[in-house]
Nanobody, 126 residues
Framework: QAQLVESGGGLVQAGGSLRLSCVASERTFSSYVMAWFRQAPGKEREFVAGISWGGVSKYYADSVKGRFTISRDNAANTVFLQMNNLKPEDTAVYYC???????????????????WGQGTQVTVSS
């Protein structure tokens, strides 16, 4: 069973930075669109950023544009989310996801993604 495993979450003060990683268990993920989603308590899971298989095309939610950067290292089967200038409203569980069926990076709903990680908690204090 293919897996995605996130890491890098933690507690940080507002204005700080964190770098999340998502490691895929199989090399096939290097040909998939990858994305990060997040879910705050009592809220629906929301799209954060997506990246094409080659890493050229990227798409961001307006709420994180200019602060977050998505990237990938296919040789290491890893996707990253660099988060700078964090705000308390960024507090959430962050999930890595893979879309094995499409090459579209701006799919912002959860349905197209057929692989999900277990999530990593990010908490930003004010």
């Amino acid at each position: 069973q293919a897996q995605l495993v996130e890491s890098g979450g933690g507690l940080v003060q507002a204005g700080g930075s964190l770098r999340l990683s998502c490691v895929a268990s199989e090399r096939t993920f290097s040909s998939y669109v990858m994305a990060w989603f997040r879910q705050a308590p009592g809220k629906e899971r929301e799209f954060v950023a997506g990246i094409s298989w080659g890493g050229v095309s990227k798409y961001y939610a307006d709420s994180v544009k200019g602060r977050f950067t998505i990237s990938r290292d296919n040789a290491a089967n890893t996707v990253f989310l660099q988060m700078n200038n964090l705000k308390p409203e960024d507090t959430a569980v962050y999930y890595c996801a893979a879309d094995s069926k499409s090459s579209v990076v701006h799919r912002t709903t959860t349905r197209p993604y057929d692989y999900w990680g277990q999530g990593t908690q990010v908490t930003v204090s004010s």
